[in-house]
């Protein structure tokens, strides 16, 4: 009987601070994607929420790493974050730029990460509703940073479109939705894991020393790793698709994590001598 299949990876991967920690130190930056395509059989695209992407460029990241990863794609911020009337142009426009990658079987999931100040109000209930139906086909996955979406009927209304839920592991803070926590359920065809870190003390910190990455900045034991093995085996039952990703990148931490977790689930895999 075929095993199914896991997607384990990071968050982005052009960070020339994981040279001497992942990336060999004489590596070119150029060249970071095809080593990391033999690594890892999967990548999330952060840049995309920046810029909308281009489908040229993202065949180019397909063919740099022969065709050996999957890629799930982040949604533009103005979808998620600066939504305007003209939303649904934006919507189609990134439609048509990941079809080629689509067609090619090598689009994973496309990630809508919601803000904090993404509330829970009828106006943001249809909006998401539409958005989403926009992307049927293409593994929409939602990620809530309000913990006020996880209920019963937001679920149903996920799943009725084809749409997962995207599990998080955050810090215990008022209002995170993390999934450990808040015990949030897989929803859809996709088991999708986002492994962000435990870094109560920076998540808030706007000061001129944080940057933004800091509130990533955390690195998880190998029992944190290991508590997540019945998380994927209950969800691989399911018959769902697992996608992990580390998006704790500062310090090379997601990559380390990430090969762990690897090996880890290989391990809890591999027959017993009595299975043969």
């Not at 009987?1 to 990071?10: D, K, Q």
């Not at 679920?155 to 939705?177: K, N, Q």
């Not at 993390?178 to 359920?185: A, M």
């Amino acid at each position: 009987m075929r095993r199914a299949e896991i997607l384990i990876g990071t968050s982005g991967f052009d960070y020339p601070e994981w040279r001497g920690v992942f990336y060999p130190l004489e590596l070119k930056r150029s060249e970071f994607l095809e080593y990391y395509a033999t690594k890892f059989n999967a990548l999330e695209v952060n840049s995309s929420f920046y810029s909308m992407p281009d489908s040229s460029h993202l065949v180019r990241f397909a063919e740099r790493s022969e065709k050996r990863i999957k890629f799930a794609v982040k949604a533009n911020r103005t979808l998620t974050h600066e939504i305007g009337k003209d939303w649904k142009n934006r919507a189609e426009e990134m439609l048509i730029n990941l079809r080629p990658l689509a067609n090619m079987g090598l689009l994973s999931a496309v990630l809508f990460q919601l803000p904090q100040s993404f509330h829970y109000t009828p106006e943001n209930r249809f909006y998401l509703a539409d958005l989403i139906s926009e992307f049927r086909g293409f593994e929409p996955v939602v990620e809530f940073r309000h913990r006020e979406w996880l209920r019963a009927s937001v679920y149903e209304g996920l799943s009725e479109r084809g749409a997962s839920i995207v599990f998080c592991d955050m810090p215990p803070l008022r209002f995170l939705p993390d999934g450990k926590i808040c015990r949030t359920p897989f929803v859809g065809p996709n088991a999708y894991i986002r492994m962000h870190g435990r870094n109560s003390g920076c998540w808030y910190d706007h000061s001129a020393e944080n940057n933004g990455s800091q509130r990533y900045d955390y690195e998880y034991s190998q029992d944190e790793l290991e508590s997540f093995v019945p998380v994927i085996g209950s969800a691989l039952k399911e018959g769902r698709k697992v996608q992990t990703f580390f998006n704790n990148h500062p310090k090379g931490s997601g990559a380390r994590n990430a090969l762990s977790l690897a090996d880890i689930i290989r391990k809890s895999r591999r027959p017993s001598p009595s299975e043969g």
